[in-house]
């Protein structure tokens, strides 16, 4: 690897998961949290999301319904499995959530996948437990230290900033 250690995270799952690395999405907001934060001893967190398509009622047409006894048992091997891939892995696994039918057009748009609302929310119930969570070391982005922490700053980019305007500007034309 070139460069310090840095956790490893990956999201493994269905399309809650796909969709949650778009703009306001809960796995954006991980990715900007972990930015430039270096760890002594590499981690490896895996996020896991299934259960939406799995729970689905049993007597909708085309449902891809799993029975619960099932479910439990796929979800009980695949954690087994991540979990044997090393001693330092670290696994939240999350499901779909009880129906709440007054909430579920504002949390889930289109009925399965998540607003910017309900990303938030999914979003702050992983910060919780990976902020309590007792992890060596910890993946608490904000106990880990920043690489590369001189550069880049607010500071640092409010000075280029100030500097720029300070100057005559060229504009250059290509045509």
């Known amino acids: 690897m070139v460069g310090p250690s840095r956790p ?3 999201l493994f799952g269905s399309s809650i998961v796909q969709l949650s690395n778009f ?3 809960w796995g954006a907001t991980l990715t900007t949290c972990y930015a430039r934060k270096a760890q002594g001893n590499s981690t490896f967190s895996c996020h896991t999301f299934f259960g939406g398509n799995d729970s689905q009622d049993p007597d909708f047409p085309n ?3 799993v029975p619960l006894d099932e479910y439990v048992e796929n979800m009980r091997k695949i954690a087994l499995h991540i979990k044997g891939l090393s001693k330092k892995t670290c696994l939240i696994m999350l499901s779909a959530p009880a129906i709440n039918e007054e909430l579920i057009l504002k949390i ?3 009925g399965m996948h998540l607003t910017v ?3 938030k929310i999914l979003f702050e119930k992983i910060q919780k437990v990976i902020k309590e ?3 060596e070391p910890t993946l608490d982005w904000d106990k880990m230290p920043i690489e590369y922490a001189d550069i880049g700053t607010d500071m ?3 000075m280029l900033i100030k500097e720029t305007e300070d100057k005559p500007q060229k504009i250059i034309l290509d045509a």
């Open 63 to 65: 449902s891809s319904n």
């Open 23 to 25: 703009l306001n999405g």
């Open 133 to 135: 969570a007792n992890w």
């Open 156 to 158: 640092n980019l409010e």
């Open 117 to 119: 609302e309900g990303s």
């Open 8 to 10: 490893l995270i990956v």
């Open 108 to 110: 889930y748009g289109d």
